[in-house]
């Protein structure tokens, strides 16, 4: 079973930034595609970005292109999502997501692409 910990949700004001973390402890470094869902209340879990094996190809929603950036550090198993000027629609609790042997970043966006998510971490941004 793999484990995925997200990190550094938290309260903000909008226009703020935050980053956000999700380490794999104890997985070699070939961790595929990665990818940063997130669930609003009372709404059903939407992708927000992905990035390949190697950090070369990544893809975003619309509603974090241009904001958001993920990346990921191999060598220490982690992927990121930097999220700038956030505003109060980004409220969520954000997911980390660990594609499957087989995913593409071409489908990244379909959760039937992933096949170990975290617990999440909690986004909140006031007005």
């Known amino acids: 079973q793999v484990q995925l910990v997200e990190s550094g949700g938290g309260l903000v004001q909008a226009g703020a930034s935050l980053r956000l973390s999700c380490a794999i402890p104890g997985r070699t470094p070939d961790l595929g595609l990665m990818g940063w869902f997130r669930q609003a209340l009372g709404k059903e879990r939407e992708f927000v970005a992905a990035?390949?094996?190697?950090?070369?190809?990544?893809s975003y929603a619309d509603s974090a292109r241009g904001r958001f950036t993920i990346s990921r550090d191999n060598a220490k198993n982690t992927v990121y999502l930097q999220m700038n000027r956030l505003i109060p629609e980004d409220t969520a609790t954000y997911y980390c997501a660990q594609g499957k042997s087989t995913a593409s970043i071409i489908y990244a966006a379909k959760d039937a692409m992933y096949d170990y998510w975290g617990h999440g971490t909690q986004v909140t941004v006031s007005s």
């Open positions: 990035i390949d094996g190697i950090g070369i190809s990544t």
